[in-house]
């Protein structure tokens, strides 16, 4: 079974930045559509990047410009860099694979407060 472990979340300031890690388990990391996403209590999960195998990416209006995707196959991780914290990127974070979708891990949350 595959498992994807998030961390890397905190509290930041409006305008700061964090680096969000997603390690997996298992053989086939490097062929599968990684994700990230995002969720705030009562609304639903929310796609907000996409990293393909062979590199190309994918991003949510609400964080373009602000937020980057990238991958180490040979690690089996996928990152998430946030520039730019706004207060509504406050939430839990998440990845998984985004064609073949596997459990979902715990997350990691990301708060963004004066």
């Known amino acids: 079974q595959v498992l994807f472990v998030e961390s890397g979340g905190g509290s930041v300031q409006p305008g700061g930045s964090l680096r969000l890690s997603c390690a997996a388990s298992g053989n086939l990391f490097s062929s599968y559509t990684m994700g990230w996403y995002r969720q705030t209590p009562g609304q639903q999960r929310e796609l907000v990047a996409v990293i393909r195998s062979d590199g190309s990416t994918n991003y949510a209006d609400s964080v373009k410009g602000r937020f980057t995707i990238s991958r180490d196959n040979a690690k089996k991780t996928a990152y998430l860099q946030m520039n730019s914290l706004k207060p509504e990127d406050t939430a839990v974070y998440y990845c998984?694979?985004?064609?073949?979708?596997?459990?979902w891990g715990q997350g990691t949350q990301v708060t963004v407060s004066a």
């Open positions: 998984n694979s985004v064609l073949t979708p596997k459990s």
